[in-house]
């Protein structure tokens, strides 16, 4: 069964870094999302993608934020200058036309220390 | 904008026995989608079943169903037959356009 997967399962990263979280979305999905949790709480949409650009994002999703699709399989998270409080589990989702569900993948823990 | 409301922060409940978590949700919109979403310790986001609100009839996957009552706003999962496996936080969303509007979670304790 297709399933979405993310890379690297954890990253340990100093304050102030530039970190590049990786998805590979299900193959024919058009839509893809990052959404981020942090520990204990809720989880919090960030971005939508689709046809190459943002089509939805929160207020989380703030400039230090960035999405792209650098070619036809993966999608990325790009956190600029990191800080203490982007420490949460980031996951990648993915649909398809037509359907709307979302499908998940594992999860990318991000620790900034 | 939408919200998502489970007061239940926990819940427990015997192997094989039947257990219903709710979740209300604030929406102005008529069309909408529901789903309800498992996270077991490994973190992952599961989903178990999705309703969509033009659609009278209750969704039901297998041991999972849910009650949906479009006028009160309310979405609770049933889980029948309940199994070890069962346990894990439970999460319910909300969906109109793109991103998923998630609950706090409940909290669900299988009792062996």
């Known amino acids: 069964e297709p399933e979405v997967t993310q890379t690297p399962s954890h990253q340990v990263t100093q304050m102030g870094q530039e970190v590049i979280l990786r998805c590979v979305p299900i193959?024919?999905?058009?839509?893809f999302y990052w959404y981020r949790q942090i520990l204990g709480q809720k989880v919090e949409f960030l971005v939508s993608?689709?046809?190459?650009?943002?089509?939805?994002k929160s207020e989380i999703f703030d400039d230090q934020f960035s999405v792209e699709r650098p070619d036809g399989s993966n999608f990325t998270l790009k956190i600029r200058s990191t800080k203490l409080e982007d420490s949460a589990m980031y996951f990648c989702?993915?649909?398809?036309?037509?359907?709307?569900?979302?499908?998940f993948g594992p999860g990318t823990r991000l620790t900034v220390t | 904008a939408q919200t998502v409301t489970q007061s239940q922060p926990e819940m427990s409940v015997q192997e094989a026995e039947t257990v219903t978590l709710s979740c209300t949700y604030d929406?102005?919109?008529?069309?909408?989608?529901l789903f309800w979403y498992k996270q077991p310790p490994s973190r992952q986001m599961i989903l178990v079943i999705r309703q969509e609100a033009y659609k009278q009839q209750n969704a039901t996957e297998n041991r999972f169903s849910v009650n949906f009552q479009k006028a009160a706003k309310s979405f609770s999962l049933k889980i029948s037959d309940s199994q070890l496996g069962d346990a894990a936080m439970y999460f319910c969303a909300y969906r109109t356009r793109d991103g998923l509007t998630f609950g706090k979670g409940t909290h669900l304790i299988i009792q062996p």
């Open positions: 929406t102005s919109e008529s069309d909408y989608y």
């Open positions: 989702a993915s649909s398809g036309i037509g359907f709307y569900e979302q499908y």
């Open positions: 193959s024919n999905h058009l839509y």
């Open positions: 993608f689709y046809n190459n650009e943002i089509s939805e």
